[in-house]
Every structure is written in C-alpha cells, then in structure tokens.
C-alpha cells in the first residue's frame, strides 16, 4: 500500500488514512524508516504528509456554531425578526414566520459555515 506525493491534498480518502498512519506512528515507538518500511510507504512521503496534516486547521468542534434560541410571541408591532449571525450577517424574517421556519433555517446553517 503506497501513496503518492502526487495526489492532490484534498482527497479526502488520502487525508485520513495518513492521519491514521500518523496516529500509528505517534502511539509506537518506532523509527521514520522502520515504520515506513512497515507501512510501505516511503520517508518522504511521510514527512510531506506530516507537514501537510499540520498545516491543516484544527478540526470543527462538535458544539452548534449557532446559539439555542427561543422563540416568544412577537408584538403586533413588529414588522421583521432579526437572527444576527456569529459571522456577521443578519437574517431577516417576516414578524409572522412560523418557528418551524426558523428552527429549519437554523438547523442548515449548523451544517455548514457561515
């Protein structure tokens, strides 16, 4: 089993199995060179990918990038209801936007990122 230096670093199959290699090699206890030679892999290989997977940003941590929020009646003199993001942008919703609506808008921003 051998990776090339070729492969763009953005396959994401290539990424993690060198993260797992690299797990591999930091809970042993074994040389550069004798753990390449197990994994088959070449040296350098293995410090490209090193660099390469420490350059990357740390991963996203599992909590909601968007805050629990409650939704209370709205007075008869509203006119809009205002979700400010941690980003920056504001969304704007009719003041009778059903809470199903919002609850959904909501849930899709959590699968990605603002």
Not at 54 to 65: E, R, V
Request: with cysteine.
């Amino acid at each position: 089993m051998s990776d090339s230096s070729a492969r763009p670093s953005s396959d994401a199959a290539a990424t993690q199995r060198w993260v797992e290699r690299l797990e591999r090699f930091a809970a042993g206890n074994q040389t550069v060179v004798a753990f390449c030679a197990a994994e088959g892999v070449s040296e350098s290989n293995f410090y490209l990918w090193r660099r390469r997977l420490a350059q990357l940003p740390a991963p996203a941590s599992n909590q909601p990038k968007v805050v629990p929020i409650r939704v209370a009646p709205v007075p008869a003199s509203a006119t809009l209801i205002e979700l400010a993001l941690p980003s920056g942008p504001i969304l704007r919703f009719p003041a009778d936007t059903r809470p199903e609506l919002l609850v959904a808008v909501l849930r899709g921003l959590e699968e990605r990122p603002c």
